[in-house]
């Protein structure tokens, strides 16, 4: 799961970090992540794996690093499953 | 403007019979009687006399910005539904004709207008950056500006403190991280300080932008995690829901990054501004004190009119 996030992401136009360079539990915002590139980053993520987050999980803390937004995509996987 | 009775409808209401305000047609665009305009004067120059230690550069701007400043500054991401762009007509003698009937029709004739260069300006402080960015790095000392603009917002709404139209002055600091969080600091002291010698009941809180979307709950989130934003409240249409009249907002460095506002050794600058909505501040002060300005209380005339 964390492999498939991790290139998803780095293939993305509009968000501009070195997701292969960064470990599973790197705060990504230290790295450089804007809230908007965050916004980016959470509707790529709708769309690849058919979710959908809801408001509770539109934090600061879901997608600080690759291990949490991989937690909260098979958490909601697991729901629509 | 009975204090009793707080609703949005009764209080716009009530401003128009009193002569304070009047209609246009257009929810959110007033005119604006003589009294009015002359407790706005006199809030500017109580804030102006505030802020006169600091020595900062004053800078006034039109209504209207430069659409390409708006593009790059990254309005359109997150305020799109908010923003305005000025259209006109481009065409020549034949497409006259054709806009002139398609008004008589009843049709869609600004389909026939293009986008200008102008954009409307959403809040006092967009046209400063790349002005400052124009002039070179930014000084070690930092560099304070306070500005003044009318601003377009597109929320028509029966709230009279919602308006489309609005000045906003504003305090903006560029400098450290540390520069522009001390300058926050010092403004929430200071702005509560003078808002409570207006006698109006206010309160600070952490807040957040409008953002667009859902998207925009996580910058909303993010910002409220951060402590980005405060705002000062008043009641003015509402007790449960107060008036955000004052606004105090720590940018990081967004515009430092997105304008190159650098020092001269290559540091990006961080920036803060407080904003001061004047109408709203003014609504706040007609809703308290009454109609009659004349007739407020002496100690709150004496801080105005001695500003």
Redesign the interface.
């Known amino acids: 799961m964390i492999d498939q996030i991790r290139s998803l992401l780095e293939q993305h136009p509009m968000i501009p970090l070195n997701f292969g360079a960064l470990a599973d539990d790197a705060n990504l915002y230290d790295a450089g992540l804007t809230s908007f590139a965050s916004v980016q980053m959470m509707l790529a993520l709708e769309e690849e794996f058919d979710i959908e987050f809801p408001e509770t999980m539109l934090t600061r803390r879901t997608f600080s690093s690759l291990a949490n937004i991989a937690d909260a995509v098979s958490q909601l996987a697991r729901k629509a499953a | 403007m009975d204090a009793r009775t707080f609703d949005s409808k009764s209080l716009l209401d009530s401003l128009f019979e009193n002569g304070i305000l009047f209609e246009s047609g257009i929810d959110g665009l007033y005119g604006r009687s003589g009294a009015f305009e002359e407790v706005i004067e006199q809030f500017e120059r109580l804030v102006t006399r505030l802020g006169a230690p600091d020595k900062a550069t004053r800078i006034h701007f039109p209504p209207g910005m430069s659409r390409a400043t708006l593009e790059k500054s990254?309005y359109m991401?997150?305020f799109p539904q908010l923003a305005g762009c000025v259209h006109s007509f481009m065409g020549g003698e034949r497409e006259h004709v054709q806009l002139l009937g398609m008004m008589a029709d009843g049709g869609d004739w600004t389909a026939l207008q293009k986008a200008t260069d102008v954009a409307l300006t959403p809040a006092a402080c967009y046209p400063l950056y790349p002005t400052v960015a124009a002039r070179g790095p930014v000084p070690a000392q930092g560099l304070l500006f306070e500005l003044s603009s009318y601003c377009f917002r597109h929320e028509p709404s029966k709230d009279p403190a919602r308006m489309q139209l609005f000045r906003m002055r504003e305090f903006v600091q560029i400098g450290t991280a540390e520069q522009v969080r001390s300058f926050r600091e010092s403004w929430l002291k200071r702005g509560k300080a003078m808002i409570e010698s207006l006698d109006l009941p206010c309160e600070v809180d952490l807040a957040n932008d409008p953002f667009f979307g859902?998207?925009?709950?996580?910058?909303a989130?993010?910002?409220l995690?951060?402590g980005l934003k405060f705002e000062l409240l008043i009641p003015v249409t509402s007790i449960e829901k107060p008036t955000a009249c004052l606004s105090f907002n720590y940018h990081q460095d967004h515009f430092g990054q997105t304008w190159g506002l650098k020092f001269a050794d290559g540091e990006f600058c961080h920036s803060a501004c407080v904003g001061f909505g004047l109408e709203r501040v003014a609504l706040a002060l007609f809703r308290h004190h009454g109609p009659d300005a004349a007739a407020w209380p002496t100690a709150v005339r004496d801080v105005l009119w001695s500003a």
């Open positions: 990254g991401k997150s859902r998207g925009g709950k996580m910058m989130n993010n910002q995690d951060q």
